[in-house]
């Protein structure tokens, strides 16, 4: 598995990075990595003989074929995305972008034979519920109102990775529905991260009293970035379509993250 040509979309936000390490620390030699923007921390990447890095733009069809051509393992980790607040607010910021860049990928992918495709749903995609939430009930419903924008993006693309691997059968695609992922590299912006991200930031700057979005009782499940990781790198071995909820399996309320 090691010998295949892996390429990393959004390899230097916060997951993407995480997982580029990931790969070159579990002998992956042959490492392609895209980027938007400069970010501080990737300096780090340029330096490294496995990795390529490949400035990009992948709402443009032209260079998202050019990035896909002779690449075995496609995994998705370029996304557009903000806290909870933000979505509220913003209801078709995450789904334009995101949607373009998908839909580009995916048809390159295709056209240029990629084997294998990881992309990253979310459990705001399921619809709202008091109950254990499993895989087969994602499309029971339309998704929470206040994720609605956001969870029918994340199902659409699900829906077209479904295509491409059960009816046209040609690639393996993975669907890791991640919930709240926390850990290195991740983004401290006040106004644009999630919720733990942002608690961190406050407690180490003093920003007080904390400002807690409604009465603190919404629960999230919190899982750390490593354990992402891992599940992508085992979801190398699954054929054809597969969906995954990714999750550490504890609910912690807002006012529980505040007091730990």
């Known amino acids: 598995m090691q010998d295949k040509k892996v390429l990393v979309t959004g390899g230097t936000g916060f997951i993407g990075l995480n997982i580029v390490k990931g790969l070159v620390e579990?002998?992956?030699s042959d490492i392609v990595v895209t980027t938007h923007t400069e970010r501080d921390y990737y300096y780090n990447l340029k330096d490294n003989k496995n990795i390529t890095l490949v400035k990009c733009d992948?709402?443009?069809?032209?260079e998202c074929d050019a990035v896909t051509k002779d690449i075995d393992i496609l995994i998705l980790a370029s996304a557009v995305s903000f806290g909870a607040s933000f979505i509220q607010n913003n209801p078709l910021g995450l789904v334009n972008d995101n949607i373009i860049m998908n839909v580009n990928l995916l048809d390159c992918a295709y056209?240029?034979?990629v084997q294998k495709i990881v992309y990253f749903g979310s459990t705001t995609g399921y619809p709202d519920t008091a109950e254990v939430m499993h895989e087969e009930n994602m499309f029971d419903g339309d998704p929470f109102d206040r994720y609605f924008s956001v969870g029918w993006m994340k199902r659409y693309t699900e829906v077209l990775m479904r295509l491409y691997a059960e009816k046209l059968q040609l690639m393996d695609c993975t669907v890791l529905r991640?919930?709240?992922v926390y850990g290195p590299y991740d983004k401290f912006n006040l106004e644009t991260s999630h919720v733990l991200p942002a608690m961190v930031r406050k407690f180490c700057e003093?920003?007080?009293p904390l400002e807690i979005w409604g009465d603190g009782e919404d629960s999230r499940d919190?899982?750390?970035v490593d354990?992402?990781?891992e599940a992508v790198i085992r979801s190398f071995d699954c054929t054809g379509f597969n969906a995954y909820n990714i999750g550490y399996g504890s609910n912690y309320t807002v006012n529980d993250i505040v007091n730990m």
């Open 222 to 224: 919190l899982i750390y």
């Open 26 to 28: 579990r002998g992956f």
């Open 206 to 208: 003093n920003i007080f």
């Open 178 to 180: 991640l919930s709240n």
């Open 58 to 62: 992948l709402t443009n069809r032209e």
């Open 227 to 229: 354990d992402v990781v």
């Open 111 to 113: 056209k240029n034979n």
